[in-house]
């Protein structure tokens, strides 16, 4: 089993899933990882370029 490929299936099954404009409270998966994968990308810092 592939552990890394299991992680990111779920990952991206899970946003589409918080996606679901017909569901009254949406959900973030994973947003610790998220802001993590953001940080180590560079969207932080280009966001606070921006500002």
Partial sequence: MNLAAYIF?????SI????NLS???PQV??????SELF???GVIK??????
């Fill in 39 to 41: 940080f180590q990308c």
């Fill in 46 to 51: 280009r966001i606070q370029d921006a500002q």
């Fill in 16 to 19: 589409l899933t918080a996606q």
């Fill in 29 to 34: 998966a994973y947003p610790r990882l998220l």
């Fill in 23 to 25: 569901r009254r409270t």
């Fill in 9 to 13: 299936h779920h990952l991206c099954k």
